[in-house]
């Protein structure tokens, strides 16, 4: 490779500072070092963590930074000791690492390595990590990965190689949003046949999560969305029924309770909102009722009446829908090309790396599910 070795100067779009346009900006890209990869990236979705970053958590030293975390790409180049990759690889960067031998990765009951870059935070990486620099100054990589940029450099432990017939501009969404949703229902919540789920906000995540609980073999999926427009999309997934809490003037979890007798078996909260989650906790059935925090938020105490869990219901979290990130992402992608796995379905608009500001704005407003840009020609 006549680039390997040698600084890349790319494009990539800066977030320069919180609640402000991403900028397309020339950034130097620095070659990978130890066990590192550079990867082309070819295709990114849009995720609602991207925006939380950007407008709702606004820390002031998570910027500049470059965003994206939902990629797909080809393996430019390879640092010292790496022999897991080489150049012309398709791969996956992922926001959390998968070492094999740290006792999270040993352990069958998480996907938390504590060797990546995020077992300290969960934002960006730290100054050193980070190989971007633009106008003298250093750009953080947000969530380790920045797929907003042509090129990006990644700790070897924290990339999937995948099936060489694999669409980039599909499956760049394994890399976070629908393995996430997907995950969560069958991985953390254990979804059961013929269970009744409830699943909160129907963007890619929730929607992956429609599609989880059905893969799992529920019988009964009520989607839940305040935008009536998500209702049609919910069906594709295999949701069998809508509610919108805007029509009712109960309480949601009352208006579950009632449509089920006693609440669902199942609910995955994909919205990011602390009085959602408490709803979706509500909504679950004394007993055994089983509820699943997905969406984002580090802003806010999330509160239950201790009775909710003294009853019988448990309250658990997922991060990256509870895969082991290098295992699952292929499999996730080996789904998709099985036909077990939907991706074409959540994709409702494409565009390119440039176009990225009008991309976060059709999110912002609910217009879209998944927008891919193109990054770099394959
Ligand atoms: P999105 O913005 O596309 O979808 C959110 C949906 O929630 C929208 O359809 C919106 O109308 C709906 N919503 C908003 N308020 C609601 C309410 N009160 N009741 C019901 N629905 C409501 O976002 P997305 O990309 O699908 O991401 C969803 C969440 O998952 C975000 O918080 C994101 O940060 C989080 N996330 C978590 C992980 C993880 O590993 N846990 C990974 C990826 C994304
Ligand atoms: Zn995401």
Same mark, same amino acid.
């Given at each position: ?27 130097? @890209? ?179 999560? @429609? ?50 007798? +006693? ?57 990256? +829908? ?10 996730? @992608? ?45």
């Amino acid at each position: 490779m006549a680039t390997a070795g040698k600084v890349i100067k790319c494009k990539a779009a800066v977030a320069w500072e919180p609640n402000k346009p991403l900028v397309m900006e020339e950034i130097e @890209v620095a070659p990978p070092k130890a066990n590192e990869v550079r990867i082309k990236i070819v295709a990114t979705g849009v995720c609602h963590t991207d925006l939380y970053h950007l407008f709702e958590s606004m820390h002031k030293d998570g910027f500049p930074a470059v965003l994206g975390h939902e990629g797909a790409g080809i393996v430019e180049s390879v640092g010292p000791g790496v022999t897991e990759f080489k150049t012309g690889d398709k791969v996956i960067p992922l926001f959390i690492s998968q070492c094999r031998e740290c006792r999270f990765c040993k352990s069958p009951k998480t996907n938390q390595c504590e060797k990546g870059w995020a077992a300290d935070r969960y934002d960006v990486m730290s100054v050193e990590d980070s190989r971007f620099t633009c106008k003298g100054k250093k750009v953080l990589q947000f969530m380790g990965t920045s797929t907003f940029s042509e090129y990006t450099v990644v700790n070897q432990m924290a990339v999937a190689k995948i099936d060489p017939a694999a669409p980039l501009d599909k499956v760049c969404l394994l890399g976070c949003g629908i393995s996430t949703g997907y995950g969560a229902a069958v991985n953390t919540a254990k979804v059961e046949p013929g269970s009744t789920c409830a699943v909160f906000g129907l963007g890619a995540v929730g929607l992956a999560a @429609v599609m989880g609980c059905k893969a799992a073999g529920a019988k009964r999926i009520i989607a839940v969305d305040i935008n009536p427009e998500k209702a049609e999309k919910a069906k594709v997934f295999g949701a069998t029924d809508f509610v919108n809490p805007k029509d009712h003037s109960k309480p949601i979890s009352q208006v579950l309770f009632e449509m089920t007798d +006693g609440g669902v078996d199942f609910s995955l909260e994909c919205v990011g909102n602390v009085g959602v989650m408490r709803n979706a906790l509500e909504s679950c059935v004394k007993g055994w009722g089983v509820s699943v925090l997905v969406g984002w938020t580090d802003l806010y105490d999330v509160a239950a009446r201790p009775i909710q869990l003294i009853a019988g219901r448990t309250w658990k979290g997922s991060l990256f +829908g509870g895969f082991k990130s290098k295992d699952g992402v292929p499999q996730m @992608v080996k789904g998709y090309l099985d036909k077990k796995v939907k991706l074409d379905e959540f994709i409702t608009h494409n565009m390119t790396l440039a176009q990225v500001n009008d991309a976060i704005e059709l999110m912002k407003q609910g217009k879209c599910i998944r927008t891919v840009l193109s990054v770099s020609p394959q």
